[in-house]
T-cell receptor, first 112, second 116 residues
Framework: KQEVTQIPAALSVPEGENLVLNCSFTDSAIYNLQWFRQDPGKGLTSLLLIQSSQREQTSGRLNASLDKSSGRSTLYIAASQPGDSATYLCAVRPVAGNQFYFGTGTSLTVIP | GAGVSQSPSNKVTEKGKDVELRCDPISGHTALYWYRQSLGQGLEFLIYFQGNSAPDKSGLPSDRFSAERTGGSVSTLTIQRTQQEDSAVYLC??????????????FGEGSWLTVV
């Protein structure tokens, strides 16, 4: 069974700092990996999707990388802002089965 | 519609009552998922619908839980004889392709269920 781990569970940084969130997964046989943002009391918003054949994806201040062979992904946030405060989750779509497997998330607080 | 729509947004029910949660996916999306998110826990897969294929019910926690999808669009998740441990956020998501298409998955805002 695929297991997804996110470290750290919580992170607090001053505004303007660059930061990295980590995601690891146990089974490298995946179709894709997605990073999501979840604000309190809200659903999940997709940030970036990386196909298994890709190494990275970029959107604005966000850059996600994927090293499928080692079962790792990182989400890099440049020049963090208070509005970036949220919980960030990663999810993998394994080749076997129908579901996405989610990590438990990293709760990010950006201090003004 | 513009996004995945779920109703009710909040539901408080007494233990032992039945509840129905509704999901209206993005128009044209053939794949639909239900997940559950308990306080402080990760997302737990419940059920997956793809087109006219038989649903993958492997994540349903007990026979009190059931779901259907009518006409390949709207889905209803039913919980019978609710228990306090059913209290959670129930999230619905849809995507345009099958599970292997690699398309972005879109989530609704969730239905917050509290069983008292």
């Amino acid at each position: 069974k695929q297991e997804v781990t996110q470290i750290p569970a919580a992170l607090s940084v001053p505004e303007g700092e660059n930061l990295v969130l980590n995601c690891s997964f146990t089974d490298s046989a995946i179709y894709n990996l997605q990073w999501f943002r979840q604000d309190p009391g809200k659903g999940l918003t997709s940030l970036l999707l990386i196909q298994s054949s890709q190494r990275e994806q970029t959107s604005g201040r966000l850059n996600a990388s994927l090293d499928k062979s080692s079962g790792r992904s990182t989400l890099y946030i440049a020049a963090s802002q208070p509005g970036d405060s949220a919980t960030y989750l990663c999810a993998v779509r394994p080749v076997a089965g129908n579901q996405f497997y989610f990590g438990t998330g990293t709760s990010l607080t950006v201090i003004p | 519609g513009a996004g995945v729509s779920q109703s009710p947004s909040n539901k408080v029910t007494e233990k032992g009552k039945d509840v129905e949660l509704r999901c209206d996916p993005i128009s044209g999306h053939t794949a639909l998922y239900w997940y559950r998110q308990s306080l402080g826990q990760g997302l737990e897969f419940l059920i997956y619908f793809q087109g006219n294929s038989a649903p993958d019910k492997s994540g349903l926690p007990s026979d009190r839980f059931s779901a259907e999808r009518t006409g390949g669009s709207v889905s209803t998740l039913t919980i019978q004889r609710t228990q306090q441990e059913d209290s959670a956020v129930y999230l619905c998501a849809s995507t345009s392709g099958g599970a292997v298409s690699g398309n972005t998955i879109y989530f609704g805002e969730g239905s917050w269920l509290t069983v008292v």
